[in-house]
């Protein structure tokens, strides 16, 4: 079954950087396109980025140039580079595949940026 599981959050200071990555499993990872979303405390899901199957990247505008969303077909991983962290990033970050019609999510994982 396609199973999708983040790893790398935690705590960083305003202006730091940090490193997700999302280990997918149970589908041909490489023909799916692959998305990261976050949720802020009281606030609705939101799509942060997306990397196409061949690799082109696509940012909402409140991460440009400070996120980088990239994936390794070889190791079924997508990863999300993100550096001049704000307070508010801080969110659960979730992996999503939608994967023959149906949407996938991981459990997520928690950024919390705080000085």
């Known amino acids: 079954q396609v199973q999708l599981v983040e790893s790398g959050g935690g705590l960083v200071q305003p202006g730091g950087s940090l490193g997700l990555s999302c280990a997918a499993s149970?589908?041909?990872?490489?023909?799916?396109?692959m998305r990261w979303y976050r949720q802020r405390s009281g606030k609705e899901r939101e799509l942060v980025a997306v990397i196409s199957v061949v690799g082109s990247p696509n940012y909402v505008d409140a991460v440009k140039g400070r996120f980088t969303i990239s994936r390794d077909n070889a190791k079924n991983t997508v990863y999300l580079q993100m550096n001049s962290l704000k307070a508010e990033d801080t969110a659960v970050y979730y992996c999503h595949a939608r994967v023959r019609g149906l949407g996938y999510w991981g459990q997520g994982t928690q950024v919390t940026v705080s000085s």
């Open positions: 149970g589908f041909t990872f490489s023909t799916y396109d």
